[in-house]
């Protein structure tokens, strides 16, 4: 069975604390979350997703592995390497042995696709949560056969099911083959983002649906349940988790807005959030309009909320012990 790692006691203290200032200021100033999408290229044409659609060129290692260093001296405690697909950089097996020395968790988005193409199980010594895209957007159904593969290479694999309206009805086959594999599950609507189509499920629909699942498969699904309720409630995002592009630079408040501050880099990401500027973003988000129903900032008021946080760990509790 998986296990997580323990990280150094420092680490644990340092986040407890800019947690316990979040909480007592009812603000998300410090985030926990880093979604880093290491580069823009990608083998997958997802519909629903705009990232693929940009020309961003790759960062060199160097400016990359300063980004990573950035992360590790700020209140982050979970990084997210993504892309586009992560596995088209030749140095990614540098980053991730590099990324494993920091005191952060780590966590690896992939289509999957090229695992048959590189040494997934030397990398997987590097990584925590594996997580891999598998739904109709990807093109990837088929990996759904080799999920008790995945999880022999060691990290905790969680597949992350992008739920597009057409498809909601073949969910829970997805659901069934995570369960029978001993893999956990991610399930988040195919919001409406610039540049793409809508293919965004009847909200109510999908939440019922979602819940009827987490029900009749237990510690399968990690989606939390304050996500599910709170998706049709205005401004129920927050700033607690942020993205970093493939240029090095921070989207904030975050990515539905499209709007770009720091270099992360070259400025340190501590320093931006006490900001004035950071600040104006924040109250930015929330007042923003926009129901885009992104999972990474809509589910992650369980940093400060103690209900919500064990709703997102239960599923990981035979791993923390």
């Not at 109709?136 to 759904?144: A, F, I």
């Not at 939390?224 to 904030?252: F, M, Q, W």
């Not at 539905?256 to 992360?264: F, N, P, R, V």
Request: net charge neutral.
């Amino acid at each position: 069975m998986s296990r997580i790692r323990h990280l150094p006691a420092s680490k644990y203290i340092v986040t407890l604390r800019y947690a316990y200032a979040d909480y007592t200021a009812k603000d998300f100033r410090f985030p926990f979350y880093c979604s880093f999408k290491v580069l823009q290229r990608c083998d997958s044409r997802c519909e629903f997703c705009n990232v693929w659609r940009s020309q961003t060129p790759d960062m060199p290692t160097e400016k990359l592995l300063k980004v990573i260093d950035n992360v590790a001296n700020s209140s982050v405690v979970l990084l997210s390497l993504e892309g586009g697909e992560p596995l088209l950089r030749p140095d990614i097996g540098e980053v991730l042995e590099y990324a494993r020395t920091k005191p952060l968790y780590l966590l690896f988005t992939s289509s999957g696709k090229l695992f048959d193409r590189r040494p997934m199980k030397e990398y997987a010594k590097y990584i925590d949560f594996l997580h891999v895209s598998i739904d109709e957007g990807h093109r990837n159904l088929d990996l759904y056969e080799s999920l008790q593969e995945f999880a022999s290479w060691g990290p905790i694999v969680c597949v992350q099911i992008v739920v597009m309206k057409e498809y909601l009805q073949t969910l829970e086959s997805k659901i069934r083959k995570c369960h029978d594999a001993g893999a956990k599950a991610v399930v988040m609507p195919a919001c409406h983002i610039p540049g793409t189509e809508d293919f965004l499920p009847d909200t109510r629909v999908f939440r019922d649906e979602v819940l009827r699942l987490k029900n009749e498969y237990p510690g399968t699904i990690i989606t939390t349940d304050k996500y599910l309720r709170t998706l049709e409630v205005p401004h129920s995002c927050n700033a607690a988790s942020i993205i970093i592009d493939a240029d090095g630079r921070l989207y904030y408040p975050c990515r539905t807005l499209m709007e770009k501050s720091i270099d992360a880099s070259e400025e340190p990401l501590m320093g931006f959030l006490g900001t004035e500027r950071a600040r104006e973003c924040r109250e930015k988000m929330k007042s923003c309009d926009i129901d885009c129903h992104w999972y990474q900032y809509f589910a992650t008021d369980s940093f400060i909320s103690l209900r919500s946080g064990i709703s997102a760990l239960r599923p990981y509790v035979d791993s923390l012990i």
